[in-house]
């Protein structure tokens, strides 16, 4: 768990990875705030499908693996995952996020975030 606040999950947008989000890991962690940058499966270097069904599923499975709070930040199409992912029936799943920051993203249709 985090020793300021809930743990910051990072969530790259489309031709990325977790490498993208290092700079920001690193001065996060610096201030006592963990965080852990996923690679969507078959982008940046985790194997896999490209498809939102399979990149929502990863990212729920991150966030349920986390003890304390979590919020979710996401940029671009990590935004369209992290609605898919965190919406709908997971909004009342007991591993929901704490917040969810979409960062130069749309939200995906029909979700509530």
Same mark, same amino acid.
Request: with cysteine.
């Given at each position: %768990? @985090?020793?300021?606040? =809930? ?6 947008? *489309?031709?990325? $990875?977790?490498? +993208?989000? @290092?700079? %920001? ?6 201030? #006592?705030?963990?965080?852990? @940058? !996923? &690679?969507?499966? $078959?982008? $940046? ?5 490209? &498809?939102?069904? #399979?990149?929502?599923? @990863? ?11 979590? /919020? +979710? ?5 990590? #935004? +369209?995952? *992290?609605?898919? /992912?965190?919406? $709908?029936? *997971? ?5 929901? =996020?704490?917040?969810? !920051?979409?960062?130069?993203? #749309?939200?995906?249709?029909?979700? *509530? +975030?």
């Amino acid at each position: %768990m @985090a020793e300021h606040g =809930p743990t910051i999950v990072l969530v790259h947008g *489309a031709w990325f $990875g977790s490498w +993208v989000w @290092a700079e %920001m890991t690193g001065r996060l962690e610096a201030t #006592g705030i963990a965080t852990r @940058a !996923i &690679d969507l499966p $078959g982008v $940046g270097r985790a194997p896999g499908g490209h &498809d939102l069904a #399979g990149h929502s599923a @990863a990212l729920r499975s991150l966030v349920a693996s986390i003890e304390g709070p979590v /919020a +979710v930040c996401s940029h671009s199409y990590g #935004g +369209v995952v *992290a609605s898919q /992912a965190l919406g $709908g029936a *997971a909004a009342t799943s007991p591993a929901r =996020p704490t917040n969810c !920051i979409l960062l130069g993203t #749309g939200r995906y249709p029909n979700r *509530a +975030v």
